[in-house]
C-alpha cells in the first residue's frame, strides 16, 4: 500500500519559516520524482516545487529564492523548506510522487496534505 504522509505545517506570521516533510512508504522511493502543491480556498491546486529522480529541481516563480525542495532518499523522504513566508503562501500543501519514464508519467500517488496558514 503506497502512502504519502506530510507533516510541518502550521499556522505562522508572515516573514517566518516552515519545513515541511513527506514520508513515502510502499514504492521505491529513488526512483519517483517528487513534488509539492498547493490549493489556496477557491483556487486551483499549483506546483511550487519539484526535484527529479536524479536531484534536478524547478520552482514556482512565485516561490523562486524562499523555498528549497530536497530529497533524502535514504529516509524515502522529500523536504519542503519554506522561508520569509507570505500570506499568500497559505493553503494546504500536497506531497506527490511521478513515476516518470522516458518523459511519460505512468502513474501518480497524492498525499493527504498539510495545511500552510501565514498571517499578515
Known amino acids: 500500500q503506497v502512502q504519502l504522509v506530510e507533516s510541518g505545517g502550521g499556522l505562522l506570521q508572515a516573514g517566518g519559516s516552515l519545513r515541511l516533510s513527506c514520508a513515502a512508504s510502499g514504492i521505491i522511493f529513488s526512483i519517483h520524482a517528487m513534488g509539492w502543491y498547493r490549493q489556496a480556498p477557491g483556487k486551483q491546486r499549483e506546483l511550487v516545487a519539484a526535484?527529479?529522480?536524479?536531484?534536478?529541481?524547478n520552482y514556482a516563480d512565485s516561490v523562486k529564492g524562499r523555498f528549497t525542495i530536497s530529497r533524502d532518499n535514504a529516509k524515502n523522504t522529500v523536504y519542503l523548506q519554506m522561508n520569509s513566508l507570505k500570506p499568500e503562501d497559505t493553503g494546504v500543501y500536497y506531497c506527490?510522487?511521478?513515476?516518470?519514464?522516458?518523459?511519460?508519467?505512468?502513474?501518480?500517488?497524492w498525499g493527504q496534505g498539510t495545511q500552510v496558514t501565514v498571517s499578515s
Open positions: 506527490k510522487a511521478d513515476r516518470i519514464v522516458r518523459g511519460v508519467t505512468l502513474y501518480d500517488y
Open positions: 526535484i527529479t529522480s536524479g536531484g534536478t529541481t
